[in-house]
Nanobody
Framework: EVQLVESGGGLVQPGGSLRLSCAAS?????MAWFRQGPGKEREGVAT????????????YYDDSVKGRFTISQDSSKRMVYLQMNGLKPEDTYMYYC??????????????????WGQGTQVTVSS
């Protein structure tokens, strides 16, 4: 079973930046960041395919974060990151790292991911 541990959340002012980190006990084919608000469904933020070949390194983003957030990976450390710039109050959510046993071809539903971290809270407020 893949274990995922997130870190890096916190309180930041609008326009500020945060970098979330996800430490994985092992990589899976696709790693992702989701976010969830109280009483809402978990929504995909970004995905990255792991490995070499045509699908390795391919990333996908939700339209609401394109140009502001960047997902990346460091395979030597089994880490996945989410660099968040230009943060807005509406980015305030619990953020989760997730892993999927197959490659991603976009932002997939949360149900298709097999492993989850415990989450890290991001609050954007002045």
């Amino acid at each position: 079973e893949v274990q995922l541990v997130e870190s890096g959340g916190g309180l930041v002012q609008p326009g500020g930046s945060l970098r979330l980190s996800c430490a994985a006990s092992e990589y899976s084919y696709c790693m992702a960041w989701f976010r969830q608000g109280p009483g809402k469904e978990r929504e995909g933020v970004a995905t990255v395919n792991i490995g070499s070949g045509d699908r390795g390194g391919v990333t996908y983003y939700d339209d609401s974060v394109k140009g502001r957030f960047t997902i990346s990976q460091d395979s030597s450390k089994r880490m996945v990151y989410l660099q968040m710039n230009g943060l807005k109050p509406e980015d305030t959510y619990m953020y989760y790292c997730a892993a999927r046993r197959s490659y991603c071809s976009g932002l997939h539903d949360a149900d298709s991911f097999n492993f989850w971290g415990q989450g890290t809270q991001v609050t954007v407020s002045s």
